[in-house]
């Protein structure tokens, strides 16, 4: 895989990250994503590739950096994580400095409820608020949101969990 000769935009290490909640996939849908994205030679960063010892935010952050596109995987508690929301507004930061391509899966959460923080995602970022959170940061996590949910992407409800993962590589990943 070459790297970029920019000196803005990091090398390119991975073909895809993959933002997602684990306790809502990990075991289903995403066992079943990382095994045809391995089938087709797509290099896909899943958070289990971080090493003992390495920071958290700082190895995530690198792998968002270093990777070709990114892939949300948005499901009912996404937006309860932190993490996920943090990793979110890097993602949307790349899309814009970058040109990251960023493509949003829809894992049995609607859309529009994503987009205006409706259901369990208003819910979500309330928590977050209340527990000493900052106002900031919240509308931050929000705005990413709903930039990221107004993407082209994919729909579980349209496409079907194995449908998702099933998708021609050329769909996904149009890139040589």
Not at 35 to 61: F, N, P, T
Not at 67 to 89: G, Q, R, T
Not at 141 to 151: E, F, K, R, V, Y
Request: with cysteine; aromatic share 10%; hydrophobic share 35%.
């Amino acid at each position: 895989m070459a790297s970029s000769s920019s000196s803005h935009v990091p090398p390119v290490k991975y073909d895809v990250f993959i933002s997602f909640r684990g306790t809502d996939i990990r075991h289903g849908f995403l066992s079943h994503l990382r095994k045809e994205l391995r089938q087709k030679q797509v290099d896909a960063y899943v958070d289990d590739r971080l090493e003992g010892g390495d920071e958290i935010s700082k190895a995530l952050v690198k792998a968002i950096e270093g990777s070709l596109m990114s892939l949300i995987i948005f499901s009912k508690d996404y937006a309860s994580s932190k993490w996920c929301l943090e990793e979110l507004v890097k993602i949307v930061e790349c899309m814009a400095r970058n040109k990251q391509v960023v493509i949003p899966v829809f894992y049995n959460v609607n859309p529009t409820d994503v987009r205006h923080q409706k259901g369990t995602y208003g819910d979500s970022l309330a928590k977050h608020e209340k527990n000493k959170g900052s106002l900031a940061k919240v509308r931050n996590w929000g705005s990413a949101l709903t930039i990221a949910a107004n993407l082209s992407g994919f729909h579980s409800s349209k496409y079907g969990v194995h449908k998702v993962s099933s998708l021609p590589s050329t769909e996904i990943f149009p890139y040589p």
